[in-house]
T-cell receptor, first 112, second 112 residues
Framework: RKEVEQDPGPFNVPEGATVAFNCTYS??????FFWYRQDCRKEPKLLMS???SGNEDGRFTAQLNRASQYISLLIRDSKLSDSATYLC?????????????FGRGTSLIVHP | DGGITQSPKYLFRKEGQNVTLSCEQN?????MYWYRQDPGQGLRLIYY???????QKGDIAEGYSVSREKKESFPLTVTSAQKNPTAFYLC???????????FGSGTRLTVV
């Protein structure tokens, strides 16, 4: 089983739609969770951190479920500019350290 | 402005040659990381360093080497022992894992 798993998609949605992505992780001792956005042939950029109580930033909502070991990202009112790959990042506990481990990414395509 | 600079942006290498990728940051971050990304794949950790003069192997360290002689610099050498070096290489840094990771713009290495 991969340590951090995401559905690769692609998710193909119309403008204005609500779309949700999930990401599961294998190590219950993991700390610090993030969602990154990566545009084609570019570096990943931090979209938002994920806090235990859940957090929102405009149209984006992130949630953490420690019991089930997954994080989620909800995008409301999708825009064409939201088209990108969304990577989840988990700081996995490993030998006394925490190693930033990436999922393979979920591709989102927003069409007119 | 603070950030991470990777150079060169594109690099072509003949088989059997070693090549060094540069990564410099002026963010005063302690931790630095090297990742490799193949088409349609997530980021895989090559090496990381949490403090000057110390570094650890990641998941795919074979065929690579690093040094961390200065806080600002974390160069990656791709040796001739790396069987499939053609990939997109990303360098990242972090001041504290709870704040996430900042990436450079990457180096695309092609073996010809």
């Amino acid at each position: 089983r991969k340590e951090v798993e995401q559905d690769p998609g692609p998710f193909n949605v119309p403008e204005g739609a609500t779309v949700a992505f999930n990401c599961t992780y294998s190590n219950s001792a993991s700390q610090s969770f993030f969602w990154y956005r990566q545009d084609c042939r570019k570096e990943p950029k931090l979209l938002m951190s994920v806090y235990s109580s859940g957090n929102e930033d405009g149209r984006f909502t992130a949630q953490l479920n420690r019991a089930s070991q997954y994080i989620s990202l909800l995008i409301r009112d999708s825009k064409l500019s939201d088209s990108a790959t969304y990577l989840c990042v988990v700081n996995l506990a490993s030998g006394g350290s925490y190693i930033p481990t990436f999922g393979r990414g979920t591709s989102l395509i927003v069409h007119p | 402005d603070g950030g991470i600079t990777q150079s060169p942006k594109y690099l072509f290498r003949k088989e059997g040659q070693n090549v060094t990728l540069s990564c410099e940051q002026n963010l005063n971050h302690d931790a630095m990381y090297w990742y490799r990304q193949d088409p349609g794949q997530g980021l895989r950790l090559i090496y990381y360093s949490q403090i000057v003069n110390d570094f650890q192997k990641g998941d795919i360290a074979e065929g690579y080497s690093v040094s961390r002689e200065k806080k600002e610099s974390f160069p990656l050498t791709v040796t001739s022992a790396q069987k499939n070096p053609t990939a997109f290489y990303l360098c990242a840094s972090s001041s504290d894992r709870i704040y996430g990771y900042t990436f450079g713009s990457g180096t695309r290495l092609t073996v010809v």
